[in-house]
């Protein structure tokens, strides 16, 4: 029995491959999310773009003291709301996480790459307040805490401190179990009869083309599907304090279902995330011989740690946060000391302790706006996206880990209303004035030499088109005509509105 739980050896484990492995997945991380933010940043929260950082400094000057803003807006951009620093802050980002990846200075790197995106996080507004964005920032401040303070390079080895590995696993914890924990207390019924995964690959943001056949296996197969998961979401955590080969089956079973996730869908840099935090739990044994070695070599692995007089304190009350929040998401009411939450709710804005919980309730179809121009208001042109569902032709395709902002919100105004969305008529201004920023953010400007004189959101909706529709004409969706997302817009009635 030993044998079959453990392994060859009963050996207490270690996970100094791990945890420098995990270093420079979180590098990679940060990198991908301040470049993918940087190529789109100006006609998202540019001077001329669509959320204009200026307009959220200006309105918080107006209602908070000069002590306030920082503790309700922690962002750099206090210093300067202008272009030129908003691409320094994406620039120096990318920067700072290029320096973790190679292991150069990993402790102040990563309080730069957190700093940075946090900053750039507030600023950002409804355009960075996914799950995965949260998820980067307490990754990321905890894997600094894991970082060497006092040594100025990782090598294949790496001897974090103990309380910050039990605060990343307990995250990874968190994080599976309560995506499958919110989908059962939703009581959303296609979750409860298991019958979710036959919407879920055509209603999700940002299709890939696998998606397509994934959406037309046999019903028994999509609800088996249904069953792994949450099989893996609510059973595979409680697997990471079991013996060895248990943990790595659990490893392996929350590994496998991020990596089917991305196959068939584009959310960002979420699953490598998600993936990387997997990779905590893998000890040195399993690792190559090769690169034991390698890292048996490492001299300095256990060198130059956080001080224990700081760590310790930091690691108490980012636990106790920690079970605040979840308290939350299990819907428990425990009476926590009056302090315990004064500090809970001070710690919100730095967005370093969150719940989670993807896709609580199912949607089970797929409304999708179709933007649409016109000089003279009887001929109309659409506008295409980059990535987002538009022409039946175009089949889905693949763009994590970027994350194209403008589309994933197009996604979720569909299933609002229009009001509900703050940035949606900033945008359709914008159009309308023909600004470039924003246009570079399609694909196609059906009004290259100026813009139209009038605008309008036609809601669509789309479905994946069956075999034998697609074999017929080769379509990969099809939609039907709903009405009018919004009124016809104009200049002059955003102009009387000012």
Wanted: a positive charge.
């Amino acid at each position: 029995m030993t044998n079959v739980l453990w392994g060859k050896t009963v050996e207490r484990p270690t996970f100094r491959i791990a945890n420098a492995i995990f270093l420079r997945a979180v590098g990679i991380c940060f990198f991908a999310a301040f470049v993918s933010l940087w190529v789109q940043v100006d006609g998202l929260i540019g001077s001329h773009g669509i959320l204009p950082i200026g307009n959220l400094l200006d309105a918080a000057r107006s209602q908070l003291s000069a002590e306030q803003r920082w503790a309700v807006l922690p962002t750099f951009f206090w210093w300067s709301g202008s272009d030129a620093f908003l691409h320094f802050l994406c620039g120096a980002g990318a920067a700072a996480s290029l320096a973790v990846i190679i292991g150069i200075l990993p402790a102040p790197s990563l309080l730069l790459c957190w700093g940075f995106y946090l900053s750039l996080s507030v600023a950002g507004q409804d355009f960075l307040e996914f799950q995965w964005d949260l998820l980067l920032l307490e990754t990321g401040f905890l894997a600094l805490l894991l970082a060497p303070v006092r040594r100025w390079r990782v090598g294949a080895a790496l001897e974090g401190d103990r309380f910050v590995r039990v605060l990343l696993v307990w995250l990874l914890f968190r994080l599976t179990f309560s995506s499958g924990f919110v989908k059962l207390a939703s009581g959303d019924p296609v979750w409860r009869n298991l019958t979710a995964l036959t919407y879920h690959y055509w209603t999700q943001p940002l299709p890939t083309w696998t998606a397509w056949p994934a959406s037309h296996h046999p019903l028994w197969f999509l609800k088996f599907s249904c069953v792994l998961l949450f099989a893996i979401e609510l059973g595979a955590p409680f697997l990471i304090v079991m013996p060895r080969r248990l943990r790595l089956l659990s490893v392996g079973a929350m590994a496998a279902l991020q990596i089917m996730i991305a196959v068939t869908g584009n959310y960002a840099f979420f699953n490598f995330l998600t993936i990387a935090l997997c990779v905590l739990l893998v000890d040195d044994a399993a690792f190559p011989a090769g690169l034991r070695k390698k890292a048996a070599a490492d001299s300095r692995a256990a060198s130059g740690r956080w001080p224990r007089l700081l760590l310790v304190p930091i690691a108490v009350v980012l636990l106790l946060m920690s079970f605040v929040v979840f308290s939350a998401t299990l819907r428990l009411r425990l009476p926590w000391p009056g302090f315990v939450i004064s500090i809970a709710r001070s710690a919100l804005p730095l967005r370093s302790v969150n719940t989670y919980g993807l896709f609580a309730v199912m949607t089970t179809s797929r409304p999708e706006i179709v933007m649409e121009g016109s000089d003279d208001g009887a001929t109309w042109k659409a506008y295409e996206f980059r990535w987002k569902p538009g022409d039946l032709n175009r089949r889905g395709r693949f763009v994590a880990p970027h994350q194209p902002r403008l589309d994933w919100q197009m996604w979720f105004a569909a299933l609002s209303s229009p009001n509900e969305q703050p940035w949606f008529f900033p945008f359709c201004l914008r159009l309308l004035e023909g600004d470039p920023d924003v246009i570079r953010l399609l694909a196609k400007n059906p009004f290259p030499s100026s813009p139209p004189r009038y605008l309008r959101a036609v809601l669509y909706e789309y479905r994946f088109t069956t075999p034998e529709e697609h074999r017929a004409t080769g379509a990969w969706w099809t939609r039907e005509e709903k009405g009018l997302y919004a009124p016809v817009l104009t200049r002059e009635m955003f102009e009387r509105r000012r």
